[in-house]
C-alpha cells in the first residue's frame, strides 16, 4: 500500500447514501464514546499523547502491528529507552533493535522496518518526520494506516486511521460497505463529520476489543445495536 492514493469513493461504498450514513454516524460516536468511557487507550495513543512526538508514534505503529497492546507499550518503551531519535536507533543493529521490541509480532521484520525507516528520515530528512500523507507514504514500508496514524496522533491534524476495527465495525454497521481498509477510508472521509476524524480510530478500536470483537460480537450488550444492520455478521452474544 505504502505510495497509493486513498482510492475515489464509490456510491456503493455508502449503501445507506451519504446523508444518511452521516446521520448514523452522529449517533453512533457519541454512544460508542460513552461505552468506551475508562477503557485504556490504546497503546500508541498513550504514547503520542506523553510524547507528542510523531517519531515515537511512526515506531510505535510499526510495533504495534499484529501485536497485543500491553506488549507494544513495553516494547516501544524499552526500545525508546535505549534509543529515540532517528539517528540513536538507525545507529543500532538490526538484532539490537529486534530484542528490545521482543516478543512484538514478527519482531524481525519490524526490526529492520524500524532501522530502515530511522535511517531515512535521519539521512535524508535531516531527523524530522514528514508532516504529510505524502512524505509519509515515501517512507520504507509506511502504508495509509500508520501514515494516518502519525498524522492525526503525531501532529494532530485531521485524518482517518482505519484499521482492522474500524473496517469491521464500519462495515458491520452498514454505513459503508468496502472490501479493504482504503475502501473505507474513502468511504468515511465522505461520511464521518469531520470532529471525528481522529477519534475514530481509538473509539472503535476500544470498542471492537470488548462489544462489536471479530468473532462473536456482544449485540445484546451493544448500546449502538439499534443503529446497525449487524451486516456479515453469523454468530452473536
Ligand atoms: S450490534 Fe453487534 S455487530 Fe452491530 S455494532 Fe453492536 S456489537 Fe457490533
Known amino acids: 500500500m505504502a505510495g497509493s492514493a486513498a482510492p475515489d469513493l464509490k456510491d456503493e461504498w455508502l449503501p445507506l447514501g451519504r446523508r444518511r450514513a452521516t446521520a448514523v454516524l452522529r449517533r453512533v460516536v457519541p454512544a460508542v464514546r460513552a461505552a468506551v468511557a475508562g477503557a485504556r487507550n490504546p497503546s500508541v495513543t498513550e504514547i503520542a499523547g506523553r510524547t507528542r512526538s510523531p517519531f515515537r508514534v511512526l515506531v510505535s505503529t510499526v510495533i504495534s502491528a499484529r501485536t497485543k497492546d500491553e506488549v507494544t507499550g513495553r516494547a516501544s518503551e524499552r526500545l525508546f529507552a535505549r534509543a529515540s531519535t532517528p539517528r540513536k536507533i538507525a545507529a543500532l543493529s538490526e538484532r539490537a533493535i529486534a530484542e ?74 452498514g454505513v459503508v460497505r468496502t472490501t479493504n481498509p482504503a475502501g473505507t477510508e474513502s468511504a468515511l472521509r465522505a461520511a464521518l463529520p469531520r470532529g471525528h476524524w481522529i477519534e475514530i480510530n481509538d473509539l472503535f478500536v476500544m470498542f471492537g476489543q470488548t462489544i462489536c470483537v471479530p468473532v462473536s460480537p456482544r449485540c445484546s450488550a451493544c448500546p449502538v445495536s439499534r443503529f446497525c444492520r449487524r451486516a456479515g455478521v453469523k454468530r452473536s452474544r
Open 100 to 173: 528490545l521490541i521482543y516478543p512484538a509480532g514478527f519482531y524481525r521484520t519490524k526490526a529492520r522496518a524500524i532501522r530502515a525507516l530511522s535511517r531515512a528520515i535521519d539521512a535524508e530528512l535531516g531527523g524530522r518526520v514528514p508532516d504529510t500523507m505524502e512524505g509519509l507514504l515515501a517512507l520504507p514500508g509506511v502504508g495509509r494506516k500508520t501514515a494516518n496514524l502519525v498524522l492525526t496522533l503525531g501532529f494532530g491534524a485531521p485524518g482517518i486511521c482505519v484499521d482492522t476495527h474500524v473496517h469491521r465495525i464500519s462495515n458491520r454497521l
